[in-house]
């Protein structure tokens, strides 16, 4: 009998060996990676159901090259990053006193026109209570999958602390001011000012604790400004960035109203939109770009992210030129309408790293030697990429 529990007790260990040979080179690699050595795949408008029937039916027919632009939707942001995604964008309006975006217009508009009553866009009466509202259009398209900003956060911690080795999550914010809708009429968002952008801090730090958010401070320690960390190569590394999250700030002409009283972004949570040049540069947007001009940014240290498709044109025509030659270059966040969960109903076309993996080490900057199965091993089945798909 003690021989079968001692031969059991081998077995199991033998079992084990390889995971513990794993978690060793994890580790190792995780020492040497820094966070802007990575690449991964993200999403644009994460948080977008898309349109109920009725509201698709009258859209479609009232703005029909709007609506040619807007024809996807995502799935929860918790079912996105378990299927690989590790960037998110959320679009938000203020909304201190509640109830300025719970009645979308739409509503009333489909059941004037007669048709087939829509699901409750609200069902839990979110859009009524006081805080950050997550919007795309105003009375147009308003259906999302977490309607608060912070109902959103809570979503994106509670899957982060069920995965705490996860790569770094990048969540770019969207600030939401004036006309965001193209209805005659329709609800205006508030203007910002710097009590909101306050409460923008406090709402994420209601949810994330300081220890799980990656800060510019953290960034640029001892240095006199953040870019000159980052031109330093001053990005924690993996070790130090693994299940943390890291906020940005999408709107390049918002970043000095959040700035002011913050020089180089001290004391705040997000990174702003900034250009080459300025104390506070680290993050760079260009959506837009190439590989000839992303990657000088990415070989100087700063963090990019640029998009694969627009207007769902790619998705309905296959268009993988962009995409490919986008999954060459060193951008860290590749954001697309069609993660490889989520693939264009009219094509099949995906954007998604090679082996359908979370992240992999950076074709530009990663540090030789760099091993993409060390950094995140696949969380959900999105199946091995096709040859016909990806590069």
Not at 330 to 335: D, P, R, T, V
């Amino acid at each position: 009998m003690m021989f079968c529990r001692s031969l059991s007790t081998a077995c199991a260990l033998l079992a084990l060996a390889p995971l513990a040979g794993f978690a060793q080179s994890q580790a190792k690699q995780d020492k040497l990676v820094h966070l802007n050595q990575i690449q991964v795949i993200g999403t644009h408008n994460s948080y977008n159901t898309g349109f109920a029937p009725s509201e698709a039916k009258f859209f479609s027919a009232q703005y029909p090259k709007a609506y040619h632009g807007l024809e996807y939707h995502h799935q929860t942001l918790a079912e996105q990053l378990s299927g690989g995604v590790r960037q998110l964008e959320l679009d938000i309006v203020q909304d201190p006193k509640g109830g300025r975006f719970a009645h979308p217009k739409i509503v009333g508009i489909t059941k004037e026109q007669g048709l087939p009553a829509d699901p409750d866009f609200d069902p839990q009466h979110e859009m009524e209570r006081p805080g950050f509202k997550v919007v795309h259009l105003g009375d147009l398209n308003e259906r999302s999958s977490c309607q608060s900003f912070v109902h959103c956060l809570q979503d994106i911690r509670g899957w982060s602390k069920a995965h705490p080795d996860h790569m770094p999550i990048f969540v770019l914010v969207e600030d939401k001011q004036g006309r965001i809708s193209q209805l005659p009429g329709a609800v205006e968002a508030e203007p910002w000012t710097a009590e909101t952008w306050d409460a923008l801090d406090r709402e994420i730090h209601s949810v994330f604790p300081e220890k799980e958010i990656i800060t510019p401070d953290m960034v640029r320690g001892r240095y006199a400004t953040l870019e000159e960390a980052v031109l330093a190569g001053q990005w924690p590394t993996l070790a130090k960035s693994r299940g943390k999250v890291v906020f940005l700030l999408y709107i390049k002409k918002s970043a000095p109203a959040y700035m002011n009283g913050h020089p180089s972004l001290r004391g705040r949570v997000l990174f702003t939109n900034s250009d080459p040049g300025q104390p506070e540069a680290a993050f760079v947007e260009r959506d837009s770009g190439t590989p000839e001009i992303i990657d000088p940014f990415i070989k100087s240290g700063y963090l990019v992210r640029t998009r694969a498709d627009f207007n769902t044109d790619a998705g309905r025509n296959n268009d993988t030129a962009r995409r490919d030659s986008l999954l060459l270059s060193g951008a860290q966040m590749i954001s697309t309408d069609f993660p490889l969960t989520e693939p264009a109903p009219w094509s099949g076309y995906t954007v998604g790293l090679p082996h359908g993996l979370p992240a992999r080490c950076n074709p530009v900057n990663a540090p030789s030697g760099c091993k993409d199965e060390l950094l995140e091993p696949h969380t959900k089945s999105g199946g091995e990429p096709s040859p016909s798909n990806h590069p």
